[in-house]
């Protein structure tokens, strides 16, 4: 009586991987194979982020946002940051990550210094400057804060 059992065991288990070996073999010939997608990065046009001086920066740039300070693509190992620019003056400066909003106002010269806070991770910043007369000048910036303690 234990021979039959061992060998039916056997016999089962010989017949379940015969089963599912067949299966899988049909379902690999039977899937077409996807073609291979070759994909080329594009280049998407970003606005312009220019480090300058706040010295250097006069009323010329009455029609720009002009983002001083940090430098796009920046890697920062403080989750508190200040981002300081120049834009028309007297404008609300409104800057949105992806889980708060900071608000801040430009001087008679345009300069603003509006300090945020990060998270860990990518951060993409969107600064926006809204004049006397409702016009709107934005900017994006890329900013990774690293928790990571070295």
């Known amino acids: 009586m234990i021979k039959e059992l061992l060998l039916a065991i056997i016999i089962g288990g010989l017949l379940g991987f015969g089963v599912t070996g067949g299966y899988l073999t049909l379902r690999q010939k039977s899937q077409t194979q996807d073609p291979v997608i070759i994909s080329q990065p594009t280049t998407i046009p970003s606005p312009t982020i220019t480090n300058t001086l706040t010295s250097d920066i006069d009323k010329t740039t009455n029609d720009k946002l002009t983002i001083v ?5 920046l890697l920062v190992f403080n989750e508190n940051l200040n ?4 834009t028309t003056s007297d404008s609300q400066i409104i800057i949105n990550t992806t889980t708060e909003n900071f608000t801040g106002k430009s001087d008679q010269k345009g300069y603003f210094d509006v300090p945020i806070k990060l998270q860990g991770g990518l951060n993409i910043i969107k600064i926006s400057a809204i004049d006397i007369d409702g016009n709107q000048l934005d900017t994006e910036l890329n900013i990774t804060y690293s928790t990571a303690k070295i």
């Open 69 to 73: 300070s940090p430098e796009n693509n």
């Open 83 to 86: 981002i300081t620019g120049n």
